[in-house]
């Protein structure tokens, strides 16, 4: 019998990990939206979403996650809907559109920047 | 013995003969009267009168002398009758008592003897030979026949003894062939013996007839065994060339789940599953054939994988619950057989429950090892069903002769479970159904010499188990109480380069704030201050933490978050 190589990958199949999901319910997120944790991890729970909460303690994209995680995006989009659907995160799109018309306009600037000197 | 008894000779009247004087006077009388008569008679009548008188008297005078003659004669003839039956009765009385001598006395003493061994000829001289030749004539042919009786008996009594001698003798190769030889040459055959080496070496039973059966039976059972060795053989090799199919597909599978978007996920996914399904079966079969496990693990596999890995392979996976926060892992070479055992018992329990129903499996960490429980909430197992499941999961039926059909799951569980020590018990479950708990030894938890203590401390520590991440500090501390890994863990220390430069000067990894880098540095200074003198160490110890270490810092390159 031949010697097979030793496996190096992980046992988890992926329909383990989102419990036979194969399509995330709601399309909150896309690739580049921005994704923050609310809580710590609590025991028990799925390691990937320890790790995703872990990640989000710094918005991070979920492209992002999904790199690190080294998990298609599908499934973690799955898992952040999980999450979302638990409020252990929120998710917010990046304003990267908005610029100047987004922006407080001038006078509140100065008002904020008197207050500043006046401290 | 009852001896008829001669009749007492009776007495014989002898008749007495008539006394002689009797005819005489009565021819006295008869001539008185005739002459009386004579003188009475007128005279003219006399001469007549005389002449009839003495006619008569003459008649009657020879009358009288005849009878009395015969009379004698008859007399003696009577004597002499009544003196030869006298003879006569002397003569049957003797026989009688020579009769009863013989059968009394000659021919029990002849038995006697011809019976203790004497010759039929030698035993009539010895007795008192009866008295009358007759019975003695008589005796003689009687002793011979005896004689020549006992010697026929005599005879068949040696033959007797022969054919017992031999039948025992038989009786003792038999059992020695059944009771010896034969388990030898099954033993040898079964040790892969040629069934002519295994011949060579057995002591041949001295009856051909047994040598011939012993051959027949050696080289049949070579030729069972052969075919047996072959055809597992044979199905072993197939099978791990289907097992590598299968798992070349999974590795496939998963690249494409990578690769391909959305549209096709759940395909693939249904393509996963049921090719994880497909390696259940042909492992399944290839460790019933002797062959191995389609994968090997060269690292520790968590258990939360284990428990993934084992429910993937299942055709219900999505009924079964995990409940686990246990962070051990199962070392490498176990993992793989720890995973398969695991799917067959969760295959059971989803197969023999009602397909709403969920399965719960729970992981408690113990200090005698790892304990999963598998809980169905199906029918409770008959009594009969759950002896059986005992006896299969307790590794006793190696023999693929004892498999059934349709229950190999549970053999192949009892191989695995002796292969690597762990011990598969079945209980009725509280919910209703049945539960299986399986216990794994300390010896297939990865470190589970160094870990399995601090497991408690570590969960009272650390409430919320976050697996790879949060722990790792924490155990550092720890395991700095422990021999050698003091200095090896300061000069290894991961936290100190990554986020303090030597000077002290906070160093921001990327992708992290500044805040956070400088939280992380505040750990690793504090930690020294308590940390016990290194005590001795030894070259293993030290290496152990060597690589605990290197370990540390690989995950903290991979999961570094902050403190």
Known sequence: MTRRPVDLGDPDRLYTVTGGRS????????????????????????????????????????????????????????????????????????????????????????????????? | MSVPVAPKPRRIRTPRPLPAAVPLVSVAAAGAAGGAAIAAAPAPARGWIAATVLVGWVWLAVTVAATALNSRRLHKAVTATGGELRSLQTHTAQTAAGSAHLVNVTLPTVLKRVRDGESAESAPSAPPAPPDPHPRGAAQPATADVGGAGGGTAAAEAAAANVAQRLARSAEELDRLTGVVLPAAIERLRGGASAGTALAELEQPADPRLRAALESIVREFAFSERRAAAAQGASAKVLSRVQAKAVSMLAELREMQDRHGEDVFGDLLTLDHNTSQLGLLTDRLALLMGGRASRAWNKPIVMESILRGAVGRIAAYQRVRLHSSSTASVAGYAAEGVMHLLAELMDNAAN????????????????????????????????????????????????????????????????????????????????????????????????????????????????????????????????????????????????????????????????????????????????????????????????????????????????????
């Open chain 2, 352 to 563: 023999f429950s009602p397909p709403i129903d969920e399965v719960h499996v729970y992981v408690e960490e113990r200090t005698a090892g790892l304990v999963v429980t598998i809980e169905d909430s199906g029918l409770k197992m008959a009594d009969a069903a759950l002896r059986r499941a005992e006896e299969a999961v307790a590794g006793r039926f190696h023999d693929l002769a004892h498999l059934q059909s349709t229950r190999l799951g549970l053999v192949v569980v009892g191989l695995l479970a002796a292969k690597y020590n762990m011990s598969v018990s079945f209980r009725p479950s509280s919910r209703g159904g049945t539960g299986v708990v399986v216990l794994f030894p300390p010896q297939l938890l990865h470190q589970s010499r160094t870990l399995a203590p601090e497991q408690p401390a570590h969960r009272e520590a650390e409430p919320a188990p976050r697996p790879p991440v949060r722990p790792l500090p924490q155990q550092d501390v720890r395991r700095d109480t422990r021999p050698g890994a003091h200095g090896a863990q300061r000069s290894e220390r991961p936290g100190g380069p990554r986020v303090a430069t030597p000077g002290g000067l906070p160093v921001r990894p990327p992708g992290r704030t500044m805040a956070a880098a400088d939280r992380g540095r505040s750990g690793p200074e504090e930690v020294p201050a308590d940390r016990p003198a290194p005590p001795a160490r030894d070259a293993g110890a030290q290496f152990g933490a060597f690589h605990r270490a290197r370990k540390a810092r690989d995950d903290r390159d991979r999961y570094d978050t902050g403190q």
């Open chain 1, 23 to 119: 399509r995330a319910d709601d399309e909150k997120f896309d690739l580049v939206t921005l994704v923050v944790s609310e809580c710590r991890p609590s025991p028990g729970m799925q390691s990937e979403h320890v790790r995703i909460l872990e990640l989000c303690e710094r918005p991070i994209a979920v492209v992002e996650i999904s790199a690190e995680l080294r998990l298609p995006v599908t499934v973690v989009r799955i898992l952040l809907g999980d999450l979302l659907s638990t409020g252990r995160i929120t998710a917010r799109h990046p304003r990267a559109g908005r610029s100047l018309v987004d922006l407080p306009d001038s006078s509140l600037l100065e008002e904020v920047l008197l207050g500043l000197r006046n401290l």
